[in-house]
């Protein structure tokens, strides 16, 4: 038979002849092939597990470059959140919303390769009595180890899914110190995101019976740094010391053989691990330190030396942070930015209410606008300020008129605050009782602000 039914990759079945079909299928291979590197090429940045083989020595970066000149879609935050909130959505399906505890405390802990950050993970654990979560047993999951199976790598969304189960565990409701994460840019804003999830969380449940499952969260985020020489001299001394100790254990058969990191026996690799660390973790979680308790450590020195700055850090920032019912009963008041976050939707909002239920008062006020407030605009281009003084009975008799007044020029782009003044007008001295005789006017301060003219 010379013809075969053919099932193109949009699922449609015809019949051809077998050249023709040899024909189309060698296509459909070339398409495939083809989708696939395309899909490789505009995939997410994936989380590697362990540094590759051989890879490319890493061409030097200019003094001017910088982090942010890469192009990537997770510099762009709603990529990221977007991830976060698939993941989460996950967890709550998984665990019920009422489950969601999470530790009272999470320290990320993260460095430089050979900076010592099990040690100090270790360290951590035993003088906070918290207990310890690696990365690297995270993405041992049956989850995670069979992504790798299928010759994939584990991405950023897996890596934070199995994370946070992993947090969700009871044993770790005090505290825990969490080694390697976050690691990449999208991770970073994972731990923003989550930390925000975990504050939502507790003012919701902060006045209910389980208030004592969703306390207040602490984020540290510990740096050990040490330069790029010092990290290569350590990976290579680790390495050393690991074929010293394998050679002693096949010489006398006893103990057993530990694994040796490819990164510890090529300085090439070392140095690419080292590049890797600079541009993926260390300058992305320099963002969180206007976030979260963030201790940039030296690792410098002996074990002793990094662990007595560790101690005097860790206690310094404890100073600075609240108690817990001193924070609970300041956070009935809003923060600035949640009073700022939604303004411009609130603006638009209020100016279209205005327009729809009162338009005359509307275009009473945007006519007072054009009288009294532009020209002086115009005559203070140069500094960009101006403040200007009005008794106006319009602002006075229909208080709504001064809101709209502050709407009107606020969605022009001006930086408008408006305050009340009251003056004294002296007239005479009463002639009986010496008393003086004043009469009170009431004044508008509009102090506005806008970009200078150019000259």
């Avoid at 994370?163 to 409701?173: M, Q």
């Avoid at 050990?224 to 290579?236: A, G, T």
Wanted: glycine letters at 4%; one cysteine or more; a neutral charge.
């Amino acid at each position: 038979m010379n013809e075969l039914l053919v099932v193109g990759v949009c699922g449609f079945g015809r019949k051809v002849s077998k050249r023709a079909a040899i024909s189309l299928s060698q296509q459909s291979q070339h398409f495939i092939s083809s989708l696939t590197s395309l899909k490789a090429a505009v995939s997410v940045r994936r989380f590697a597990v362990t540094p590759p083989l051989t890879p490319p020595p890493p061409p030097p970066l200019p003094e001017s470059a910088s982090v942010g000149a890469q192009h990537d879609v997770h510099e762009i935050p709603e990529i990221a959140k977007s991830m976060f909130e698939v993941e989460w959505r996950r967890l709550e399906k998984n665990h019920g919303r009422h489950n969601m505890s999470f530790p009272r405390e999470i320290i990320f802990l993260n460095g430089a390769p050979g900076s010592g950050k099990g040690t100090m993970a270790r360290y951590l654990q035993e003088t906070r009595q918290i207990t310890h979560i690696s990365t690297s047993d995270v993405l041992q999951s049956p989850e995670a180890v069979a992504m790798k199976t299928r010759g994939g790598l584990v991405d950023d969304g897996e890596v934070f899914y199995q994370l946070a189960k992993r947090l969700l565990n009871p044993d770790h409701s005090y505290g825990v110190v969490v080694d390697g994460f976050p690691r990449t840019r999208v991770q970073v804003e994972c731990v923003r995101l989550l930390y925000e999830k975990m504050q939502s969380l507790h003012k919701e449940f902060h006045l209910t019976d389980l208030r004592s499952m969703f306390p207040r969260p602490k984020f540290h985020i510990v740096m050990l740094y040490i330069e790029e020489e010092e990290s290569i001299r350590r990976q290579m001394l680790r390495g050393e010391k690991v074929r010293q100790y394998n050679e002693l254990v096949r010489k006398s058969g006893e103990g057993e053989v530990e694994e040796t990191r490819e990164t510890d026996e090529s300085e090439n690799l070392a140095r690419a691990r080292y590049t890797i660390f600079r541009d993926e973790g260390y300058d992305p979680l320099r963002t969180l330190r206007s976030h979260f308790n963030y201790h940039f450590i030296s690792a410098d020195g002996t074990i002793d030396e990094v662990r007595a700055r560790v101690e005097k850090e860790f206690y310094y920032q404890s100073s600075l942070e609240l108690q817990d019912s001193t924070y609970n009963r300041l956070d009935s008041l809003p923060r600035a930015e949640d009073l700022t976050k939604l303004y411009r939707q609130n603006l638009v909002q209020h100016l279209d209410e205005y327009e729809s239920q009162t338009p005359q008062l509307l275009q009473s006020v945007c006519d007072k606008l054009k009288q009294i407030v532009f020209p002086q605009l115009r005559l203070c281009l140069s500094s960009g300020r101006a403040t200007i003084k009005t008794d106006d009975e319009l602002f006075f008799e229909k208080p709504k008129a001064l809101k709209m007044a502050v709407s009107v020029l606020a969605e022009r782009g001006f930086e408008v605050s408006v305050r009340k003044e009251i003056e004294k007008d002296y007239r005479e001295v009463e002639e009986t009782t010496n008393k003086i005789r004043y009469y009170i006017k009431e004044f508008y301060i509009f102090d506005i602000r806008f970009p200078k003219g150019t000259v």
